[in-house]
């Protein structure tokens, strides 16, 4: 259990202090359930008067989020976004209308929500959380876009009933949390579901649990495929759906074909909202046009190409080799890899196949890291290619850029904190 001992800093003190503050509290510990983080909202009053959209998944969590808000700025909305985890500062989680959340407002979220707990003890989520929401109402957004951090059902995220739920796909992570079957995971997912209210489902194979979860919560579930559909085109695509048809959408900003779907359960989630929020065609093109996201199969201007991606279980490795596989490169490959221990590095590893011929494999600091060597052994055994070792993502970037001739890849991959070391270097 999170410690509930006071000593906090004050509303004077730096979001770093904060930070630092939180995660002594919590020491790593991840703890599900809605019985503290709901007291604490409804003894400070975080009871959201504007729409709430909240989206789960294992992959395209962020992308989905990413594009939703776009869409809905396009329109003229006054958008909140909360997202995690970070890339390169905590500032990224907690957004409106795009722009990141200063210091000093997340430092008066911290101490708003510190003053109002008592001796209720919150995980460092849960408190980041009521924080967002906090910051939110105080500047009177239009619509709040929620994305969950772990699983669903008992995710701080859920405490606030959606307007409308979206589950991305469905894949094997977290699984001493979630289960370890797509049954089990998909049904903490869909606990996102309400009863009466919009649920967009964007994987194309739903377990069977969703759907039962789904109706069992009496929500009105439209899936991909079944509900609403992508037709994809030449150098365009269209999509239909109950009472919506869209054609000559612009491909979105966003690199990779599977972000199609992503836009697609957005485009449904907004559909399905047109009553309280509408959204006119033209807002969703320029939204399409205009999203952003680092760290999503991110392609680098210059040469060499240098591609970064979060991509840090099985099956967003999958999807990060499809879309290797469509632009081959004329040079070598290689990958700066690294993961987090409790992250199925053999599986994520085996999914690129003979992609890479030369992995660059690194340690990450912390409680959850790895150790560099230890990794470069289940590398080898799972993957291609020549395997080199490294102390830090950093390190592996300093060291192979001296290698690096102007037709090879790059791709950076696996842990947010492995992309983001990479990026500051590159930034730097």
Same mark, same amino acid.
């Given at each position: 259990?999170?410690?509930?001992?006071?000593?906090?800093?004050g509303?004077?003190?730096?979001?770093?202090?904060?930070? $630092?503050? +939180?995660? &002594?509290?919590?020491?790593?510990?991840?703890?599900?359930?809605?019985?503290?983080?709901?007291?604490?909202a409804? $003894?400070?009053?975080l009871?959201?008067?504007?729409?709430?959209?909240?989206?789960?998944?294992?992959?395209?969590?962020?992308?989905?989020?990413?594009?939703?808000?776009?869409?809905?700025?396009?329109?003229?909305?006054?958008?909140?976004?909360?997202?995690?985890?970070?890339?390169?500062?905590?500032?990224?989680?907690?957004?409106?209308?795009?722009?990141?959340?200063?210091?000093?407002?997340?430092?008066?979220?911290?101490? =708003?929500?510190?003053?109002?707990?008592?001796?209720?003890?919150?995980?460092?989520?849960?408190?980041?959380? +009521?924080?967002?929401?906090?910051?939110?109402?105080?500047?009177?957004?239009?619509c709040?876009?929620?994305?969950?951090g772990?699983?669903?059902?008992?995710? =701080?995220?859920n405490?606030?009933?959606?307007?409308?739920?979206?589950?991305?796909?469905?894949?094997?992570?977290?699984?001493e949390?979630?289960?370890?079957?797509?049954?089990?995971?998909?049904?903490?997912?869909?606990?996102?579901?309400? !009863?009466?209210?919009?649920?967009?489902?964007v994987?194309?194979?739903?377990?069977?649990?969703?759907?039962?979860?789904?109706?069992?919560?009496?929500?009105?579930?439209?899936?991909?495929?079944?509900?609403?559909?992508?037709?994809?085109?030449?150098?365009?695509?269209?999509?239909? %759906?109950?009472?919506?048809?869209?054609?000559?959408? !612009?491909?979105?900003?966003?690199?990779?074909?599977?972000?199609?779907?992503?836009?697609? $359960?957005?485009? =449904?989630?907004?559909g399905?909202?047109?009553?309280?929020?509408?959204?006119?065609?033209?807002?969703?093109?320029?939204?399409?046009?205009?999203?952003?996201?680092d760290?999503?199969?991110?392609?680098? *201007?210059?040469?060499?190409?240098?591609?970064?991606?979060?991509?840090?279980?099985?099956?967003?490795?999958r999807?990060?080799?499809?879309? +290797?596989?469509?632009? !081959?490169?004329?040079?070598?490959?290689?990958?700066?890899?690294?993961?987090? =221990?409790?992250?199925?590095?053999?599986?994520?590893?085996?999914?690129? &196949?003979? +992609?890479?011929?030369?992995?660059?494999?690194?340690?990450? !600091?912390? *409680?959850? %890291?790895?150790?560099?060597?230890?990794?470069?052994?289940?590398?080898?055994?799972a &993957?291609? %290619?020549?395997?080199?070792?490294?102390?830090? *993502?950093?390190?592996?970037?300093?060291?192979?850029?001296?290698?690096?001739?102007?037709?090879?890849?790059?791709?950076?991959?696996?842990?947010?904190?492995?992309?983001?070391?990479?990026?500051?270097?590159?930034?730097?």
């Open positions: 259990m999170p410690s509930a001992a006071t000593g906090a800093p509303a004077k003190a730096s979001l770093v202090d904060w930070l $630092g503050w +939180l995660e &002594g509290q919590q020491r790593g510990a991840i703890l599900l359930g809605l019985d503290r983080v709901r007291r604490v409804e $003894g400070i009053g009871r959201p008067t504007f729409p709430v959209f909240t989206v789960a998944g294992t992959n395209g969590k962020g992308s989905t989020c990413a594009l939703l808000a776009a869409m809905l700025r396009a329109a003229g909305y006054r958008v909140g976004g909360y997202c995690s985890p970070h890339l390169m500062r905590y500032n990224e989680r907690v957004r409106i209308d795009g722009e990141e959340a200063s210091d000093a407002e997340l430092v008066a979220g911290f101490a =708003a929500i510190e003053a109002a707990r008592g001796r209720e003890p919150l995980t460092y989520f849960e408190f980041a959380t +009521l924080a967002a929401m906090w910051h939110f109402m105080r500047a009177g957004v239009d709040a876009v929620l994305e969950v772990l699983g669903g059902r008992l995710d =701080a995220v405490v606030w009933d959606a307007d409308c739920a979206i589950v991305t796909t469905i894949g094997l992570d977290h699984t949390y979630l289960g370890d079957t797509r049954e089990a995971i998909a049904r903490e997912k869909a606990g996102v579901y309400r !009863p009466g209210r919009p649920a967009i489902c994987d194309p194979e739903p377990p069977a649990s969703l759907l039962a979860t789904a109706a069992e919560a009496g929500a009105h579930l439209l899936c991909l495929g079944r509900d609403f559909r992508v037709r994809r085109h030449e150098r365009q695509w269209s999509f239909e %759906g109950p009472g919506l048809r869209l054609s000559g959408l !612009p491909m979105p900003a966003l690199v990779g074909e599977h972000q199609l779907q992503n836009a697609a $359960g957005a485009i =449904a989630a907004l399905a909202m047109r009553e309280r929020l509408p959204v006119s065609a033209g807002a969703i093109r320029e939204g399409l046009m205009n999203v952003s996201l760290g999503r199969f991110q392609v680098l *201007p210059g040469r060499p190409m240098v591609i970064l991606d979060v991509a840090h279980n099985a099956h967003a490795a999807i990060l080799a499809r879309n +290797l596989r469509v632009m !081959p490169p004329v040079g070598r490959t290689h990958a700066i890899f690294s993961i987090l =221990a409790d992250k199925d590095a053999a599986a994520t590893v085996a999914e690129m &196949g003979d +992609l890479v011929d030369t992995w660059w494999v690194a340690g990450l !600091p912390g *409680p959850r %890291g790895r150790n560099a060597a230890e990794l470069a052994v289940e590398v080898a055994r &993957g291609s %290619g020549c395997v080199e070792v490294a102390v830090t *993502p950093s390190v592996a970037w300093r060291q192979l850029r001296e290698r690096l001739r102007d037709d090879d890849r790059v791709i950076v991959f696996g842990s947010f904190l492995t992309v983001a070391q990479v990026l500051a270097e590159l930034r730097s």
